[in-house]
């Protein structure tokens, strides 16, 4: 009996000692691979009131940019063809989801059904009253507020933020304090992007609600949460104790 006792907590101490290897692995290959900026970078510790942001595309840009979610390198999408210009600095939050909880939101405030979420990382747009001209760079960033995009039936929530520490945005907290023709002018560029003049084509993208900070930091919570639950946070996953 004790012989069986002692057994088991050897192996419970040899489980802890191959944890212990298994950490300072992982926490010495961390420092020499870079990470992948959808699941390797942390979605921020004072997330969801700060998150950290990774920057696809800058006003700037003619082509459109965003990260191949297979390898973690930034690709060309597509060629902009037409005269929009991304109003903000445009991206995502790392681990963040859009699926089931971000889709059950959309229809509890739409009142709709049949709404699925897009199975992308939840978009951000950052205002930055100086100019970043660079994508494929990571913004700490305040969420003031959201649209509500549903893009053919799948939840597209747009995440609205300030750079942390502008000095001239930074004064606001909620998107209910921007100029009217910020709003505007940033609601249009995601209501015309996809739209080809003259093809007669009805682009079925529309934005339900501008909504506050209290929603967007629920969008965030939920689109947490819908990350883990599909793909697990890797430091919880291999460091177990
Ligand atoms: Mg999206």
Known sequence: MFALFEKRESKTENKIKMDKSIKELW?????????????????????????????????????????????GFMMVDRPQKFSNIMPALYGFVPQTYCAEEVAEYCMEKTGRDGIVGDSDPLDICVLSERDINQGNIL????PIGGFRMIDGGEADDKIVAILKGDNVYGQWNDISECPEALIQRLKHYFLTYKNVPGDGKKVEVEITHTYGKAEAIEVIKRSYSDYKRHFGIIDETVITY
């Open 27 to 71: 926490e010495k290959m961390s420092l020499r691979f870079q990470s992948h900026p959808w699941h390797g970078v942390n979605i921020g510790e004072n997330a969801p009131n700060e998150v950290m942001s990774f920057i696809e595309m800058t006003p700037s840009d003619t082509v459109k940019y965003e990260v191949d979610k297979d390898s």
């Open 139 to 142: 913004v700490p960033a305040i």
